[in-house]
């Protein structure tokens, strides 16, 4: 069953900036970090709609970007965690969708959808190797089908540092069209932000849907002197270099809105930021050298939230949220309603004129968004990782550890996950776990998690809720 889609008098540009470990305290028009330094997209948030309660549908970077891309919970099929991918062939993106409806669909920077090492039982069908490890070699014919160009963009400019595929350059000129290799030279926050110009440029005369993933301030961790100098005084080194790489983030953004007045149009733009899931905090913030190119804190903050990526604690899944889209959306709003990256895709089809599958879990945010008095009807938003699941039903969030212990939640309170209410609430807990074992038997696979935790689990929620195990 479709959902029929309100036409607009013009097809909208879409606009969708994903940035990487983000935590909510650095966005400057939040007020939690004094050092934060994020005026064009505070000013965006002005602007437009500020969601208080944005959420991504995961604590890690893959099955965050398959939510996001299509509209649906990854869980569905089978893409839990990073190890689950990559995303099935058989899954329609929403760039195949926006294509569809008539737009020009372009890519830039982080994809992290196709196959990898990590993903086992993919290696092991595709290969016939069981125990794949970082030197097994994946043939390139093997990963492109699920590169950009073949998940329905039409340009792309595809990695994460300086060697990108693509099939345009920053002068705007055509490469091959299937795609090819370049090295860059640069920043690679500035590459990204250049390649998404490039595309603006290319297509400004017909409508185009824009999916600019920005790499940042994921590890490992680069900044300029330019971005750097930005931040002076003493603090942790990691501190100063997440605060440089968000800077650079918001000159893209402001550069990339700038670009759009210049071209008239501002006003036929819908545009969201959103972070992926929250920052890596690794516990303990330990300022490690730059130099050291793994898993380590990224610099960036979760404040006031309790936990980090990887936690399906509001610390890991509550994240950055913002959609603009001026002469349409009221300015100034702040969005008290949850809304998650799921919303994301039926918002941008309803902006484009074409049907909403029912197949999408997520809402149309243009009805709330156009008139702010309206608030989004009732719903239950769900997140499943590892061995934790939890829901949110209005200001509760009932989680379930795979161990067997239960947490309720009001997050309306100043105390939020700080105090566990199970114990007055027990009737309130038992209508979420309710819900929340329905949806977990719809997922692939099947099943509220079993009792299994795996030891870094442990470790996060011993130090975050003095769980011992």
């Known amino acids: 069953m479709l959902i029929a889609s309100v036409a607009f008098a013009k097809k909208p540009n879409v606009i969708v900036f994903y940035t990487d470990d983000h935590g909510w305290a650095d966005l400057g028009i939040h007020g939690m970090a004094d050092d934060v330094k994020t005026p064009h997209l505070?000013?965006?948030?002005?602007?437009?709609?500020?969601?208080?309660?944005?959420?991504?549908?995961?604590?890690?970077?893959?099955?965050?970007?398959?939510?996001?891309?299509?509209?649906k919970y990854q869980q569905r099929f089978g893409f839990g965690h990073n190890g689950e991918g990559p995303l099935p062939l058989a899954e329609t993106t929403l760039a195949d969708r926006m294509r569809a409806a008539g737009y020009r669909t372009g890519m830039v920077g982080k994809w992290h959808l196709e196959p990898n090492w990590t993903c086992s039982d993919w290696i092991k069908d595709s290969l016939g190797v069981g125990n794949a490890t970082a030197k097994t070699k994946?043939?390139?014919?093997?990963?492109?089908?699920?590169?950009?160009?073949?998940r329905g963009f039409d340009e792309f400019f595809k990695g994460e540092m300086y060697r990108y595929w693509a099939n345009y350059d920053l002068d705007g000129n055509d490469l091959e069209k299937d795609g090819e290799w370049k090295n860059m030279k640069g920043y690679r926050l500035d590459i990204q932000t250049?390649?998404?110009?490039?595309?603006i440029d290319r297509n400004k005369d017909e409508p185009f849907f824009l999916y600019c993933a920005y790499f940042a301030p994921h590890v490992p961790m680069e900044a300029t002197e330019n971005y750097l100098s930005r931040f002076p005084g003493e603090m942790p080194e990691r501190r100063r270099y997440a605060l440089a790489m968000i800077s650079a983030m918001d000159d893209g953004v402001g550069r990339i809105r700038e670009r759009l007045k210049e071209l008239k149009l501002e006003k036929d733009t819908l545009i969201f930021v959103i972070a992926d899931n929250g920052a890596p905090l690794?516990?303990?913030?330990?300022?490690?050298?730059?130099?050291?190119?793994?898993?380590?804190?990224?610099?960036?903050?979760?404040?006031?939230?309790?936990?980090?990526?990887?936690?399906?604690?509001?610390?890991?899944?509550?994240?950055?949220?913002?959609?603009?889209?001026p002469g349409t959306f009221p300015a100034g709003q702040v969005c008290?309603?949850?809304?998650?990256?799921l919303d994301v895709a039926p918002t941008c089809l309803a902006a484009a004129g074409a049907p909403i599958p029912a197949e999408l879990d997520g809402v149309n945010l243009i009805p709330r968004f156009s008139n702010a008095q309206r608030p989004l009807p009732g719903r239950d938003l769900f997140w499943r990782f590892w061995g934790q699941t939890t829901v949110r039903r209005g200001d509760w969030k009932y989680i379930w550890l795979g161990d067997g212990r239960e947490m309720l939640f009001d997050l309306s309170s100043e105390k939020h996950e700080h105090e566990n209410l199970i114990a007055k609430h027990p009737e309130k807990a038992a209508q979420l776990k309710e819900a929340l074992v329905k949806w977990n038997n719809e997922l692939k696979p099947r099943g509220i998690p079993p009792a299994l935790f795996n030891d870094q689990?442990?470790?996060?929620?011993?130090?975050?809720l003095n769980l011992a195990q």
Not at 44 to 69: E, F, I, N
Not at 336 to 341: F, G
Request: include cysteine; glycine fraction near 12%.
């Open 194 to 199: 250049d390649a998404s110009l490039a595309f």
């Open 282 to 325: 690794k516990i303990d913030m330990e300022d490690i050298p730059i130099s050291f190119p793994g898993g380590a804190w990224d610099g960036s903050l979760n404040t006031p939230w309790v936990g980090e990526k990887g936690m399906v604690m509001e610390g890991g899944v509550r994240v950055p949220y913002i959609a603009a889209w």
């Open 138 to 150: 994946i043939p390139f014919r093997q990963i492109l089908p699920y590169y950009p160009g073949n």
């Open 42 to 71: 505070d000013q965006l948030a002005r602007d437009g709609v500020l969601c208080k309660h944005g959420y991504s549908t995961a604590p890690q970077c893959c099955p965050s970007r398959a939510g996001v891309m299509t509209g």
């Open 336 to 341: 008290e309603d949850p809304v998650i990256t």
């Open 457 to 464: 689990e442990v470790k996060w929620y011993k130090h975050y």
